[in-house]
């Protein structure tokens, strides 16, 4: 059963740049056309899709976000992560890396079957 | 962006009752919708993947229906572990977009 756990800092202050790294544990990233996404959710509120990476290393973002995100994996590692630039207090949230099954028969993807736990990150001086 | 709207936001029920929680998208998405669960501090729990598709290990009083633009997420017989809060979530668009919530609550 594949697991993911997000890791990284949980205090960013304003205008530096946010990382987080997915470690993906059970399985191979490199073993199936899974898709890897991240979705934040800031503290009572609803879910942002944020990013996702293919395993071939290209990658699609929200269109809100797209000038400040970098998404990618390392294969080697078992791991993908995510960057985004210029933080404000706006992008205080809880951070979730999830998987996405291979593109169906149809080719659509995109909703997410496996999640990891979360980390909170705050963006405060 | 397509516009994902639930209703209502917030539903009281009892135990056993049977409920339904509807999800609207500004455009037509086929069927590229999923349904989530999410209890308080956890991550959202995958149910339904297009439109009707339950996801494996997931209680079969879930169920999923529609189409186009209009669809629901029906629970049968309410079970004490159900109340939480659902998403729905478009994937038609490489650009996901979910619903605002569902708050599932004990009347």
């Known amino acids: 059963q594949v697991q993911l756990q997000e890791l990284g800092p949980g205090l960013v202050k304003p205008s530096q740049t946010l990382s987080l790294t997915c470690s993906v544990s059970g399985d191979s990233m490199s073993s199936g056309s899974y898709l890897w996404n991240w979705i934040r959710q800031p503290a009572g509120k609803g879910l942002e899709w944020i990013g996702r990476?293919?395993?071939?290393?290209?990658?699609d973002y929200n269109p809100s976000l797209k000038s400040r995100v970098t998404i990618s994996l390392d294969t080697s590692k078992n791991q993908f992560s995510l960057k985004m630039t210029s933080v404000t207090a706006a992008d205080t949230a809880v951070y979730y890396c999830?998987?996405?099954?291979?593109?169906?028969?149809?080719?659509?993807?995109?909703?997410?079957?496996?999640w990891g736990q979360g980390s909170l990150v705050t963006v405060s001086t | 962006d397509i516009q994902m709207t639930q209703s209502p936001s917030t539903l009281s029920a009892s135990a056993g009752d049977r409920v339904t929680i509807t999800c609207r998208a500004s455009?037509?998405?086929?069927?590229?919708l999923a349904w989530y669960q999410q209890k308080p501090g956890k991550a959202p729990n995958l149910l339904i993947y297009k439109a009707s598709n339950l996801e494996s290990g997931v209680p079969s009083r879930f169920s999923g229906s529609g189409s186009g633009t209009e669809f629901t997420l029906t629970i049968s017989s309410l079970q004490p572990d159900d109340f939480a809060t659902y998403y729905c979530?478009?994937?038609?668009?490489?650009?996901?977009?979910f619903g605002q919530g569902t708050k599932l609550e004990i009347k």
């Open positions: 999830a998987r996405s099954p291979p593109p169906d028969s149809s080719g659509y993807y995109g909703y997410f079957q496996r």
């Open positions: 455009q037509s998405i086929s069927t590229w």
């Open positions: 990476v293919f395993t071939s290393g290209h990658s």
């Open positions: 979530q478009q994937y038609q668009t490489y650009s996901s977009d």
